[in-house]
């Protein structure tokens, strides 16, 4: 049998979970309608086409929304805000949480700051010594598929923040999360100049589409 044959969004995730629905199947729950001339489920399957993934649709900004048929002003509002309650509601457990002893979270928590942003973005978690989030920064922002990082400005804002350790983030826009050499040569960087100041990187996720890959799990940190 297959979970959920022949039940609409609303019924399989009553039945199953929201876990268990389709990017598609979630997205016609949203919508709701389709526009004339295209039923719901169409209508939602074109979007996941244009955009080539729920996460670049949710982060994409009101002009490229509203160019698409059936998506107007309130859609976009309801979709930004989606995206905004998900951001909070990681942050209310990394403030409150050990970070360390919450991976998903954070991943999380950076998947819905970083993914489908069109350049690349380093950020930084500040952390107190109870690895809790004190606050996130964008430190640097690059072109497309590259970004320049200083490390002495990131220990200078650890310094303002009183922070304790760090994570370290930035996001691919190609949708890979595989590390380059640089990467792992600018984390080196960052850590070096932490350790003088006694700051532990505690680690570094590179965000994809839908993916992410973890220094620390890795055993590069």
């Known amino acids: 049998m297959v979970w959920g044959e022949g039940l609409r969004p609303r019924e399989k995730l009553l039945k199953y979970g929201a876990e268990m629905l389709t990017d598609n199947e979630l997205l016609m729950i949203f919508l709701r309608t389709g526009c004339r001339g295209m039923p719901v489920a169409a209508l939602a399957q074109q979007l996941l086409d244009k955009f080539g993934s729920l996460a670049a649709l949710l982060g994409a900004d009101y002009r490229s929304l509203a160019a698409c048929a059936g998506i107007g002003e309130a859609k976009y509002t309801q979709l930004s805000a989606i995206l905004e309650l998900a951001r909070r509601g990681s942050i ?17 928590y950076l998947q819905n700051l970083l993914n489908g942003r069109e350049r690349e973005i380093f950020l930084v978690l500040f952390l107190d010594n109870q690895h809790r989030l004190i606050r996130h920064e964008e430190m640097f922002a690059g072109t497309i598929d590259n970004v320049e990082v200083h490390p002495r400005e990131i220990v200078r804002e650890a310094m303002k923040a009183n922070a ?6 930035h996001n691919h826009p190609s949708g890979k999360a595989e590390p380059s050499q640089a990467d792992r040569i600018i984390t080196e960087q960052v850590i070096k100049a932490c350790q003088l100041l006694e700051i532990r990187v505690l680690d570094h996720l590179v965000i994809g589409n839908g993916e992410s890959v973890s220094f620390a799990e890795r055993g590069w940190i």
């Open 92 to 108: 209310h457990h990394l403030v409150r949480e050990d970070a360390l002893r919450s991976p998903k979270v954070v991943r999380e």
């Open 164 to 169: 304790a350790a760090l994570i370290l983030a």
